[in-house]
């Protein structure tokens, strides 16, 4: 089992920027690729950003690419999202997932059920 904590969220203008954090505890020895995904009030969860093991690899949902970072320091357990050019479109609970089983593919780190553990959520707000 693998425990993740997200961290960071908060109230932030339009054009701000915020940097969330999940650590993860539990059984953080094996090799887990992380993702974070949102919602929104009314709408149905998506995918933001993901990261393999080692870092090498990164994917991003097409409304961040450019404007949001993924990145992970495994000595610390802790993945991070730093998010740049706040829109108010931004605005939703985000929550990281841990994928430790299964194909480590684009589609897998890309999609909900390809995630074996998941955080409570923070809040993001941004504001017009």
Known sequence: QVQLVE???GLVQAGGSLRLSCAASGR????????????APGREREFVAAINWSGS???YGDSVKGRFTISRDNAKNTVYLQMYSLKPEDTAVYSCA??????I???TMTSQPGYDYWGQGTQVTVSS
Do not use: D, E, I
């Open 57 to 59: 690899v990164t994917y």
């Open 105 to 107: 593919t684009r589609a």
């Open 28 to 39: 953080t020895s094996r090799s887990y690729a992380m993702g974070w995904f949102r919602q």
């Open 7 to 9: 961290s960071g969220g």
């Open 98 to 103: 841990a994928k430790g089983s299964g194909l």
